[in-house]
Nanobody, 123 residues
Framework: QVQLVESGGGLVQPGGSLTLSCAAYGFTFSSYWMYWVRQAPGKGLEWVSSINTGGGTTYYADSVKGRFTISRDNAKNTLYLQMNTLKAENTAVYYC????????????????RGQGTQVTVSS
């Protein structure tokens, strides 16, 4: 049974940093592309970033490019999202996910995601 457990969220001031982690269980983590997606208050699910199985290829939404870094440790079955220079508009529940299909950066399908971790950017 697939289980994804996010952690690391919290309250941070604008301009601050946070690192999110996602522990994966129940599947061969190293065989899957992994994703971070988020849902801001009152909005739909939004793709944030993707990483290939080996970690050498990454993609980012334009809104986070240059500020967020996705990475993974296949030995630890863990996915990460380093978030720098955070802005108020980054406030959302962040989810790690697998089995995501994107079309023009929009989520068309998502097979599994965790319970999410809340990130609040506020002074």
């Amino acid at each position: 049974q697939v289980q994804l457990v996010e952690s690391g969220g919290g309250l941070v001031q604008p301009g601050g940093s946070l690192t999110l982690s996602c522990a994966a269980y129940g599947f061969t983590f190293s065989s899957y592309w992994m994703y971070w997606v988020r849902q801001a208050p009152g909005k739909g699910l939004e793709w944030v970033s993707s990483i290939n199985t080996g970690g050498g290829t990454t993609y980012y939404a334009d809104s986070v490019k240059g500020r967020f870094t996705i990475s993974r440790d296949n030995a630890k079955n863990t996915l990460y999202l380093q978030m720098n220079t955070l802005k108020a508009e980054n406030t959302a529940v962040y989810y790690c996910a697998k089995g995501v299909t994107l079309f023009q950066s929009q989520i068309r399908r998502l097979d599994d995601r965790g319970q999410g971790t809340q990130v609040t950017v506020s002074s």
